[in-house]
């Protein structure tokens, strides 16, 4: 909503899984979202549509993620992994598709037109912690079993780079080019590598007492938060 509203939800300890609309600039509740069509379990990613202020989507711990139109309050649909999810994130070239990350070792391809899981991408040996598109949405990076993954969303394949390192509990691209992906480690870590080469450019250590679990640069790619 050009940036003025932020959404939230949680549930891990009240069982509160409902969805909350805040003003970005006030901190003022907009909206408690409740329906008997809300989520079941904790409440973990939530993603606005690129284009579309009233379209949200969430995963949850309950397996499934769930897209909403915020003006009634309703699900529009439903999308289910066979565990919790971990991230959700939509295409910003093609708006209609969204992927799913989960704790089944799968990321997934979903159209929201018409609800079908477009592709099932596999490889990971564990949980995919996060699953991101590159700035151009030719990408999909995803992270998980101590390595970071490449795939082609059109294609629905594993491309050939795949990185070995720590457990990777976050990540996102540098704008623009989209030459950089930054990672957060459990080991408390940031990590920036070339996306080409995969050559590390630096670790930035000794800034958080727990592991990194979200990151994104600023618009102009010159600060990582």
């Not at 970071?148 to 969303?153: E, G, L, N, Q, T």
């Not at 080469?197 to 007492?209: A, Y």
Request: proline content about 3%; charged content about 15%.
């Amino acid at each position: 909503n050009c940036g003025t509203k932020l959404a939230s939800a949680g549930g891990w300890e009240n069982q509160d899984y409902a969805i909350r609309l805040w003003c970005a600039y006030t901190g003022t509740l907009l909206e408690r979202m409740t329906s008997p069509q809300q989520h079941g379990a904790g409440v973990r990613a939530l993603s606005f549509h690129p284009s579309d202020s009233t379209t949200l989507i969430s995963g949850s711990n309950d397996s499934s993620a769930k897209l909403w139109n915020l003006v009634t309050g309703n699900c529009e649909a439903t999308f289910w992994h066979i565990n919790g999810l971990t991230s959700v994130a939509f295409d910003r070239s093609n708006p209609t598709s969204v992927i799913t990350s989960s704790w089944d070792k799968t990321i997934k391809v979903w159209n929201t037109v018409t609800g079908r899981c477009e592709a099932t991408l596999r490889g990971h040996d564990a949980t995919v912690s996060k699953a991101v598109f590159s700035p151009d949405c030719t990408l999909i990076a995803s992270s998980g079993d101590h390595t970071v993954r490449f795939w082609s969303p059109s294609k629905g394949c594993s491309l050939t780079m795949t990185w070995d390192s720590n457990y990777f509990t976050s990540m996102c691209f540098s704008p623009g080019s989209g030459q950089i992906l930054a990672s957060g480690t459990r080991d408390k870590c940031i990590v920036l590598r070339d996306v080409d080469t995969g050559d590390e450019i630096c670790c930035l250590r000794g800034g958080h007492s727990n592991p990194v679990t979200r990151l994104e640069f600023t618009e102009d790619g010159n600060i990582l938060i």
